[in-house]
């Protein structure tokens, strides 16, 4: 096991809501990343939370929204939820925020989100 | 384009079999380079980073062709547990600052007894 940890496993919500997951990181690491995963596809980045401070953002709107606390875990909070925001929810922890070339992201198992 | 791009398969192997999977990738700038295994319905996992001269972990080899942006993956003596989907996964770039890992969608491998 990765020693990442994500709440909740699973969830169902409505066209309009508002959601939030959540994810604890390895012990150690600063660092932790969000991807959303759409059946049949490859994880596709959100953003990066490192110190608290988001440090890097994909191509998603701003209804995706974080933040990460002093002990380093993270949400990841989903206003006026659309039928595509259904997907598996990753966030994955590193050590730092990406200095290294060969710093390894740790995934999480993931919060399934279906909308409805 | 996709910033990465693998053939989705699926391929279906009988044990004991070599197969090989390929990657390409658009940002000559990328830094870094990994295979990812994920299983049904699970998270990602590392499987090894590949290296420019090529690298070697039991029965899984991973080569890199930064001149033709290109990466592979041999796993010879295919067993049943190595049925998952495999992907290839790139960082662009350090100039961001970031750690952002781009994924291709994976290419599923099926092996049969």
């Known amino acids: 096991e990765t020693g990442v940890t994500q709440s909740p496993t699973h969830l169902i919500k409505t066209r309009g809501q508002q959601v939030t997951l959540r994810c604890s990181s390895q012990?150690?690491?600063?660092?932790v990343s969000w991807y959303q995963q759409a059946l049949g596809q490859g994880p596709q980045f959100i953003f990066q939370?490192?110190?608290?401070?988001?440090?890097g953002r994909g191509n998603f709107p701003p209804r995706f929204s974080g933040l990460q606390f002093p002990n380093y875990s993270s949400e990841l909070n989903v206003n006026a939820l659309e039928l595509d925001d259904s997907a598996l929810y990753l966030c994955?922890?590193?050590?730092?925020?990406?200095?290294?070339?060969?710093?390894?992201?740790?995934f999480g198992p993931g919060t399934r989100l279906l909308v409805l | 384009r996709k910033e990465v791009e693998q053939d989705p398969g699926p391929f279906n192997v009988p044990e004991g079999a070599t197969v090989a999977f390929n990657c390409t990738y658009s940002?000559?700038?990328?830094?870094?380079f990994f295979w990812y295994r994920q299983d049904c319905r699970k998270e990602p996992k590392l499987l090894m980073s590949?290296?420019?001269s090529g690298n070697e972990d039991g029965r899984f080899t991973a080569q890199l062709n930064r001149a033709s942006q290109y990466i592979s993956l041999l796993i010879r003596d295919s067993k049943l547990s190595d049925s998952a989907t495999y992907l290839c996964v790139v960082n662009p770039s350090l100039s961001g600052g970031y750690n952002k890992l781009i994924f291709g969608a994976g290419t599923r491998l099926a092996v049969h007894p």
């Open positions: 590949v290296y420019s």
């Open positions: 940002n000559s700038a990328s830094q870094s």
């Open positions: 939370y490192y110190r608290e401070e988001e440090n």
């Open positions: 012990s150690g690491h600063n660092t």
């Open positions: 994955a922890s590193s050590r730092g925020r990406g200095t290294s070339a060969q710093e390894t992201q740790y």
